[in-house]
T-cell receptor, first 109, second 116 residues
């Protein structure tokens, strides 16, 4: 099956800093989503982005499908950005997403 | 987009007992999924539940341990049977929805289970 690798595994930032999270995948994808899991365990949809670029406030994402990677940008980070960020993809005829291991982000005040 | 609720939100259970987790969706959906997330780990799919048919279990998960019901298009239950401390995890219900014409996955708030 498709492999999904996220980097870095851990990230510690000072409030106000910018960061880039990466998701590499081993095959062509039909769907790609970014999620934020907050400290209470809730998974929140950030972006549905199988290709192209999207922006939502301080967050933006870019997927270059031909090169098999996606990037999530967080600008002017806030303590509420802390949590784990997951990339999930589906490929081929499968409707079941494969999740990466996530990037754990801690933003200090 | 689909709005999903789960009950209970958390529970502490004794070894050897069973817990049933409920998942309610505010719209009719064809496919519902149950995931397990062990502490510090990513999400692992337990099974896919379609209305009117048996759930499809992933490798490593069996119906006797994780029986699933899907009585209609808005509701599902997952039972964690004969629990052991290794079952301590967050259990998440998920659905696929088509908010903009493409399948997106949405998650419930999760059930945090601790087995003592």
């Amino acid at each position: 099956g498709i492999q999904v690798e996220q980097s870095p595994p851990d990230l510690i930032l000072q409030e106000g800093a910018n960061s880039t999270l990466r998701c590499n995948f081993s095959d062509s994808v039909n769907n790609l989503q970014w999620f934020h899991q907050n400290p209470w365990g809730q998974l929140i949809n950030l972006f549905y982005i199988p290709s192209g670029t999207k922006q939502n406030g301080r967050l933006s994402a870019t997927t270059v499908a031909t090169e098999r990677y996606s990037l999530l940008y967080i600008s002017s980070s806030q303590t509420t950005d802390s949590g784990v960020y997951f990339c999930a993809v589906t490929s081929g005829g499968s409707y079941i997403p494969t999740f990466g291991r996530g990037t754990s982000l801690i933003v200090h005040p | 987009s689909a709005v999903i609720s789960q009950k209970p939100s958390r529970d502490i259970c004794q070894r050897g007992t069973s817990l049933t987790i409920q998942c309610q969706v505010d719209s009719q959906v064809t496919m519902m999924f149950w995931y397990r997330q062990q502490p510090g780990q990513s999400l692992t799919l337990i099974a896919t539940a379609n209305q009117g048919s048996e759930a499809t279990y992933e490798s490593g998960f069996v119906i006797d341990k994780f029986p699933i019901s899907r009585p209609n298009l808005t509701f599902s239950t997952l039972t964690v049977s004969n629990m052991s401390p290794e079952d301590s995890s967050i259990y998440l219900c998920s659905v696929e929805d088509l908010p903009g014409g493409s399948y997106e996955q949405y998650f419930g708030p999760g059930t945090r289970l601790t087995v003592t």
